[in-house]
């Protein structure tokens, strides 16, 4: 890990850090053939899961600010991953949707993901691995 003393290598905050570190540290490398980011990953999971979404809601539910919603939507669209489209009923509201390459791009990605989180994993018997899991999503409120 580093050469910080166990006063501060035991924080929880500290190792939650370098696992998510860690992680990118994993998974960016496995990502960049895709020619897209974890980040840029994460929002195609989120607008490829159910019905379309407006760029507000999924802020909202990943925690963003709309401008940074809205940049990051606009790096997606760039690359023909995403369209926006005027929802019905509201011309102001912009549903995003997966292209046909931003599906593809998406399932290759759940993928690479997986490959990542076990390569982080790996210490860990599967029994541990996911106690972790599950402690987290406790931690965190996740359903």
């Given at each position: 890990?580093?050469?910080?003393?166990?006063?501060v290598?035991?924080r929880?905050?500290?190792?939650?850090?370098?696992?998510?570190?860690?992680?990118?540290?994993?998974?960016?490398?496995?990502?960049?053939?895709?020619?897209?980011?974890?980040?840029?990953?994460?929002?195609?999971?989120?607008?490829?899961?159910?019905?379309?979404?407006s760029?507000?809601?999924?802020?909202?539910?990943?925690?963003?600010?709309?401008?940074?919603?809205v940049?990051?939507?606009?790096?997606?669209?760039?690359?023909?991953?995403?369209r926006?489209?005027?929802?019905?009923?509201?011309?102001?509201?912009r549903l995003?949707?997966?292209?046909?390459e931003?599906?593809?791009?998406?399932e290759?990605?759940?993928?690479?993901?997986?490959?990542?989180?076990?390569?982080l994993?790996?210490?860990?018997?599967?029994?541990?691995?996911?106690?972790?899991?599950?402690?987290?999503?406790?931690?965190?409120?996740?359903?």
């Amino acid at each position: 890990m580093s050469s910080a003393p166990p006063a501060v290598t035991r924080r929880l905050g500290y190792l939650l850090k370098h696992a998510q570190l860690r992680l990118a540290e994993l998974a960016e490398p496995l990502y960049a053939p895709l020619g897209v980011t974890g980040r840029q990953l994460a929002l195609l999971a989120l607008f490829g899961a159910g019905p379309a979404q407006s760029q507000q809601e999924g802020a909202a539910r990943l925690g963003v600010d709309r401008t940074t919603m809205v940049a990051l939507v606009d790096e997606l669209e760039v690359k023909g991953l995403v369209r926006r489209e005027v929802a019905p009923g509201d011309r102001r509201k912009r549903l995003v949707t997966l292209t046909p390459e931003g599906e593809r791009v998406r399932e290759a990605g759940e993928e690479v993901t997986r490959q990542a989180e076990a390569l982080l994993l790996e210490p860990l018997s599967a029994e541990d691995a996911e106690r972790l899991r599950t402690a987290l999503h406790r931690v965190v409120r996740v359903e």
